[in-house]
Structures are given as C-alpha cells and as structure tokens.
C-alpha cells in the first residue's frame, strides 16, 4: 500500500517533468548565460572562446557611467507613469461603463483596438502624429489659432509624447481586467449597500474598487514589468532622444549591445533591468499577500 501510494504521490511530478525541463532551458539557460557574460568582455562578430574574463568591471562600469543613472531614471518615470495613467483611466472607463447602455458592444470594441495594434506600428502612428510640420495635433492647434509643439524635438515633451502613446495603447489592458472583476463581484454585497442606502459614489470607493483591488494589483504588476521592457514604441518614435530624455534601460541596453557591440555591458544592463522588474514584483505579491490577509482577518 505504501509503495501504491508513494507512486500515486509522483505521478503528478512525473507530468511536470518534461514541461519544468523545457522552462529551465528555456529560462534559466539565457539567464545563466546572460549572468555569465556581464562577468566577460565581448564584441559581437568573434567566437565565444575570445570572450575575456573582467570580473567586476562591467558592474563597476554600471555604478559610474552617468547615461546608465540618467537611463535608470527615465526608466522608472516612465514606467510609474504610465501604470498609474493606465490604472486610474482604465478602471474609470470600466466603471464608467458598467451599466448597460445603448452602443455598448461598439464602445468596448473601440477602447480595445490600440491593444491589438503591434507596437512598431504604433510607433509609426504616434510618430506621423507628432509631426511638427505635417502631424495632425499641430495641425488642430494652428486651426484654433494656437502655435505648433515641439513633440518630440524637445526634451521638455518627447517623455510625456511618449507616455501618451503607451496609455493610449495599453490602457484597453487594465479596461478589460476591471470589466471582468467587476463582473464577477458579488451581488450580495452590492445589494447590501443598496438597501443600507450607500450612493452610487459611496458603492464604488467602498465597496466596488476594495473588491476589485486583487485583480488592480495582478493588472498593475504585469503592466508594470511590461513597461520595464518597452522598446520598439520608443524605438521608432525617438530613439531615445533628444538626448538622453527618452532613453530607457532597454532602449540602452540595444545601443550598448548591438551598436557600441559590448556584450558584456549590455549583459550586466540586463542583469541590472531584472533585478529591479524582479524587486518590484516581489514587493507588489508581498503586499497582495498582506491584503489578503487583512481580507480573511476582516471576515
């Protein structure tokens, strides 16, 4: 019996097996990889064997170059601003449009349409769009007297152009997370607060978003590690420039790798990039784990 039991027991891991053996070449093998060149200095176009070992200096080379602080801060203005943007309309929108109104499949159709656009076209879209002479934003603002925007010639807005064309296209993400948690809330409780006499306000803050606030935070992380990987949208419409204003972390690590062919840098980027996008996603389950704690305390 015990020996049936003991078999029953691994047959589960059994069926894992071939599935956790492709993951770890899959992901384990490039991280390793990539762990293992930040340590060496590497030009694209030699053999692997011409890679010399350096120990330190690439890190050492991280923490003194002033583009690799001036990368990681767009990076992380960028990335906070567009989730939080993202979040706050998305969530609207889906409250917004809760209730059942005339028109509404074509509303949910349309707020949908930029997720399914591919990012290179989106920059091209984005870019034609801000195009100081022919674009048509400067075109409306010289209709209605106004002057035309540097959008993405000047340092001061090539960031916030930029940011405008992420919300604009990953806002439908959050949208369509928040319409299917508020699907799922329960009646019960949306009930109670009508017969206790909570206004429409007063059920959205306290009893609708505080539902809704594990899905917001699984939404709010995976936008958030997303944004961290941007690259063909910024790519396409300023590389980076003017400047330095617009240049993430991964947008650096392709000119450091594939322009400047100094592989070992590019790989402690990476390294550098993974630890913060693996930081923040640790901190954001450790306070899902919090809240679901103070939610089971609460019943």
Request: hydrophobic share 55%.
């Amino acid at each position: 019996m015990s020996v049936r039991r003991k078999a029953n027991r691994s047959t589960p891991y059994l069926f894992l097996l071939p599935a956790a053996l492709v993951m770890a070449l899959g992901l384990l093998y490039p991280v390793l990889r990539s762990a293992w060149l930040s340590f060496h200095d590497w030009k694209l176009g030699t053999p692997p064997d011409a890679a010399v070992f350096t120990g330190w200096e690439n890190y050492i080379f991280l923490l003194e170059d002033p583009k690799v602080l001036e990368s990681t801060l767009v990076t992380l203005t960028f990335a906070f601003s567009v989730v939080a943007l993202e979040v706050v309309i998305g969530v609207a929108l889906a409250l917004l449009l809760e209730r059942p109104i005339r028109g509404m499949t074509v509303f949910r159709t349309i707020f949908i349409l930029p997720m399914m656009i591919a990012p290179i076209v989106v920059g091209l879209i984005w870019r034609y769009m801000y195009s100081e002479q022919f674009g048509i934003l400067n075109q409306m603002l010289k209709a209605i007297g106004l002057g035309g925007v540097p959008w993405l010639s000047s340092p001061d807005m090539a960031l916030i152009s930029v940011i405008i064309a992420d919300v604009w296209q990953w806002t439908p993400f959050i949208f369509i997370l928040a319409m299917a948690a508020l699907q799922s809330l329960p009646s019960s409780a949306l009930e109670a607060a009508r017969i206790d006499g909570a206004t429409p306000l007063q059920t959205v803050f306290y009893i609708k978003i505080p539902l809704m606030m594990p899905v917001i935070i699984v939404a709010t992380l995976l936008r958030l590690i997303d944004a961290f990987k941007v690259l063909e949208v910024i790519f396409i419409m300023t590389y980076g420039g003017p400047g330095l204003s617009t240049e993430i972390l991964s947008l650096h690590i392709y000119k450091t790798a594939f322009v400047s062919q100094q592989l070992g840098r590019a790989s402690a980027l990476s390294n550098l990039l993974l630890m913060i996008v693996l930081c923040l996603s640790i901190a954001l389950f450790v306070f899902n784990k919090v809240r679901e704690g103070q939610a089971q305390r609460t019943r």
